[in-house]
């Protein structure tokens, strides 16, 4: 059971930056994240692969946010630039065997709160 631990959530005001860091148990093939705003169903927002060959990012964060992975840590990390209100949501960090755009993941950690007002 690979275990996931997200840090570096908080509250930002409009157009600032954030970085979520999110350390796996283990070394995994496939990271990521997804979040949740509320009221709303748990959407896609980037992932990629150990290597980095293959990187998926949601439409409505392209160009604005960035994954990278440290392998050596077992980590994967997410900057978050330009932030708008409606970034706001609990992010999730998932790891598994696949990079999807899917909820097909097979760890989830337990979220971080990202909050952006304007």
């Known amino acids: 059971q690979v275990q996931l631990v997200e840090s570096g959530g908080g509250m930002v005001q409009a157009g600032g930056s954030l970085r979520l860091s999110c350390a796996a148990s283990?070394?995994?093939?496939?990271m990521g994240w997804f979040r949740q705003a509320p009221g709303k169903a748990r959407e896609f927002v980037a992932a990629?692969?150990?290597?980095?060959?293959?990187?998926y990012y949601a439409d409505s964060v392209e160009g604005r946010f960035t994954i990278s992975r440290d392998n050596a840590k077992n980590t994967v990390d997410l900057q978050m630039n330009s932030l708008k209100p409606e970034d706001t949501a609990v992010y999730y960090c998932?790891?598994?065997?696949?990079?999807?755009?899917?909820?097909?993941?097979?760890?989830w950690g337990q979220g971080t709160q990202v909050t952006v007002s304007s």
């Open positions: 998932v790891a598994g065997q696949f990079v999807t755009r899917t909820n097909r993941y097979d760890y």
């Open positions: 990629n692969s150990r290597n980095a060959d293959i990187i």
């Open positions: 283990e070394r995994t093939y496939a």
